[in-house]
């Protein structure tokens, strides 16, 4: 499984690149406008690029499909691993339909049903985003959606990557792995709580003590 970075902060971003196992970020405009970057939102695109050197998702802000294709290109030239971000509406779909025959590859995002999944793949979409702890939030598996598209997608011959988001914690991330999905993509915060264990903790206070011992 691959780990995406969903952030906009590019401490944040450097301080996770540092251990080497970063494969990428996604970004949003929330997260942007948070940092309050939004005027310089092609520059930051690029910083991050040049520092995780992987997939960097970059959102549209159109919500008409061919504003959608002219914001998508734009962003594209940018650097060659921006993939172009796109909401699961019927103006998205038609812009992701233009936009992968070109060659640019597009993260569909806002995923909450099966279906929807499988409209994106059928457009070409590199990446379909499945919303999990939104799906948590209102008493609804995000889990159970993940492999329910896993298990279509695995009927066919589809090449486009289960990108699972809005993840809240590591068993979000654990269970993703075990279902087989591609990437996970998560909170600095949550990248730091898949290195903590209570019992590692533990474990390493007790070989200090025991050396002392000698």
């Known amino acids: 499984m691959k ?25 949003n405009p929330s997260l942007v406008s948070k940092e309050g970057n ?15 050197g992987g997939p960097v998702s970059a959102e549209v802000l159109s919500t008409e499909y061919s504003l959608m294709v002219s914001e998508g290109k734009k962003l594209a030239e940018i650097n060659e691993n921006v993939v172009v971000k796109l909401p699961m509406t019927e103006d998205g779909i038609k812009a992701t339909r233009i936009l992968s025959d070109d060659g640019i590859n597009v993260n569909v995002t806002l995923i909450f049903s099966p279906s929807q999944a499988l409209v994106a793949a059928k457009a070409g979409a590199a990446y379909v985003s499945p919303f999990v702890g939104r799906l948590d939030d209102v008493s609804s598996s995000g889990m159970d959606l993940v492999l329910d598209i896993c298990e279509i997608y695995g009927h066919y011959a589809y090449e486009t990557k289960i990108l699972v988001a809005s993840v809240r914690h590591p068993m979000h991330i654990a269970e993703a ?37 000698t």
């Open 3 to 27: 780990f995406f970075i969903d952030s906009a902060n590019m401490q944040e971003i450097r301080a996770a690149a540092a251990f080497g196992i970063v494969d990428g970020v996604t970004t």
């Open 177 to 213: 792995a075990r279902m087989g999905a591609d990437v996970a993509t998560f909170p600095y915060k949550v990248f730091t709580q898949l290195f903590k264990h209570p019992l590692t903790d533990i474990g390493l206070e007790r070989f200090i003590k025991d050396w002392g011992k």
């Open 38 to 52: 939004q005027e310089g939102f092609e520059d930051l695109i690029k910083e991050i690029c040049d520092v995780v």
